[in-house]
């Protein structure tokens, strides 16, 4: 069964920088790919995409802390978020903008105040 691998989830504090990394099953160049969150109690919600072409484009709750890159020759996807607020604190998953394929486990991230 293909899958979404994703890693790098800790516990942080605010303020401080964290890097996500999610394995793709297949060859991420054909997709438009997406990390999204889901808080406790809440909807998941994209907030960073990277399309075929290498455009971003980030929800403005992550703008100017998160950023998304690809490594097409690993079929990786990469979050670096800096600057985190206690807000950012979720699991955090990531899929193709279509939802491709299944859900993976996803990667906690907690951010202490």
């Known amino acids: 069964q293909v899958q979404l691998v994703e890693s790098g989830g800790r516990l942080v504090q605010t303020g401080e920088s964290l890097r996500l990394s999610c394995l793709a099953p297949?060859?991420?160049?054909?997709?438009?790919m997406g990390w999204y969150r889901q808080a406790p109690g809440k909807a998941r919600e994209l907030v960073a995409r990277?399309?075929?072409?290498?455009?971003?484009n980030y929800d403005e709750s992550v703008k100017g802390r998160f950023f998304v890159t690809r490594d097409i020759t690993k079929n990786t996807m990469d979050l670096q978020m800096n600057n985190l607020h206690p807000e950012d604190a979720a699991t955090y998953y990531c899929?193709?903008?279509?939802?491709?394929?299944?859900w993976g486990r996803g990667t906690q991230v907690a951010v202490s105040s």
């Open positions: 990277i399309v075929r072409g290498g455009a971003t």
């Open positions: 297949e060859r991420i160049i054909d997709y438009d």
């Open positions: 899929n193709s903008l279509k939802l491709s394929w299944n």
